[in-house]
């Protein structure tokens, strides 16, 4: 069992900056595959990126170049680094724990509560 708790995040104008932490419990973090997801009003849930135990990482292409996804598996946390923000990234953001390397919300098996973010224009 993980348990994940999202915060960071908050109100920003366009062209800033947020980094989001993802904080997890339980002794088998490093294991896991840590994505990034957001849920805009309305919208179903995206894929943002990803980063697999070893560290390699993957991105959605809207965000590739902005955001910078790392871990820290001595914290069992996980960040997501936001910059450039733009009125269209405004989502709930959650992170998720999973076996696998993919951009599926349905491959994800442990999800924290959300953190929102709102970029102003």
């Known amino acids: 069992q993980v348990q994940l708790v999202e915060s960071g995040g908050g109100l920003v104008q366009a062209g800033g900056s947020l980094r989001l932490s993802c904080a997890a419990s339980g002794r088998t973090f490093s294991q896991y595959t840590m994505g990034w997801f957001r849920q805009a009003p309305g919208k179903g849930r995206e894929f943002v990126g990803g980063i697999r135990w070893s560290g390699s990482r993957y991105y959605a292409e809207s965000v590739k170049g902005r955001f910078t996804i790392s871990r820290d598996n001595a914290k069992n946390t996980v960040y997501l680094q936001m910059n450039s923000l733009k009125p269209e990234d405004t989502a709930v953001y959650y992170c998720?724990?999973?076996?696998?390397?993919?951009?599926?919300?349905?491959?994800?098996?442990?999800w924290g509560q959300g953190t929102q973010v709102t970029v102003s224009s």
């Open positions: 998720g724990a999973g076996r696998s390397a993919t951009d599926s919300n349905n491959d994800y098996l442990y």
